[in-house]
């Protein structure tokens, strides 16, 4: 077994502000992705990666930077934090690719004052 | 694109009554789907998952069979209980047989179950 590790928890931000998200994987897994979700809502993809300093955009990308420094990490940037902005970001990854199950972390809850 | 459709935002159901949520698909590919459950403050986790034409597949009391030819894969399941109150999606992955590819989630169902 492994696990997702998301950090912080809790996020609060100014408007305005950088603010970055990080995401730890134990499973050894090659894909990792970005996912936004809004309160009862979908997910939408904002950044995958398959490998090791890859980096795919994802249907929500504008706005939102990502880094994959190695192959246990990867990391999100809100580029500019807007206004009352509310949502949580959840972090997954695969063994390969789109037709493995995704294990998701626990999310990072964003509020933006 | 590939796309998902899940037609019910909210399905609320008495305690013990057979459900169904839809789910419709659209892609090119030969199609691989997946349903992911999420319960309150939980992250998401895959209920079950098929990539064959016309076969049941089943977990945990849920099941659902892929039809290609009406590009379908509905979850069911006979009986519903309270602890399945929690938001649904049916998610498709594009790229077939390939390791690039990424899944397209649908809108997700909430399903509220009832004493």
């Known amino acids: 077994g492994g696990i997702i590790t998301q950090t912080p928890k809790f996020l609060i931000g100014q408007e305005g502000q950088k603010l970055t998200l990080k995401c730890q994987q134990n499973?050894?897994?090659?894909?990792m992705y970005w996912y936004r979700q809004d309160s009862g809502k979908g997910l939408r993809l904002i950044y995958y990666s398959i490998t090791e300093n890859d980096l795919q955009k994802g249907d929500l990308s504008e706005g939102y930077d990502a880094s994959r420094e190695k192959k246990s990490s990867f990391s999100l940037t809100v580029t500019s934090a807007q206004k009352n902005e509310m949502a949580v970001f959840l972090c997954a990854s695969s063994r390969l690719g789109g037709r493995e199950e995704q294990y998701f972390g626990p999310g990072t809850r964003l509020t933006v004052l | 694109g590939d796309s998902v459709t899940q037609t019910e935002g909210l399905v609320t159901l008495t305690k013990g009554l057979p459900v169904m949520l839809n789910c419709t698909y659209q892609t090119t590919y030969s199609p691989f789907l997946f349903w992911y459950v999420q319960h309150l403050n939980e992250a998401p986790k895959l209920l079950l998952k098929?990539?064959?034409?016309?076969k049941r597949t089943e977990h945990q009391g849920f099941y659902a069979t892929l039809h290609k030819s009406s590009s379908s894969f509905h979850l069911q399941k006979s009986s519903v209980q309270l602890s399945d109150s929690a938001l649904y999606f049916c998610?498709?992955?594009?790229?077939?047989?390939?390791?690039?590819?990424?899944?397209?989630f649908g809108a997700g169902t909430q399903l509220i179950v009832i004493p």
């Open positions: 499973f050894n897994h090659d894909t």
């Open positions: 098929s990539s064959t034409d016309n």
């Open positions: 998610a498709l992955s594009d790229q077939a047989g390939s390791a690039l590819g990424r899944l397209h």
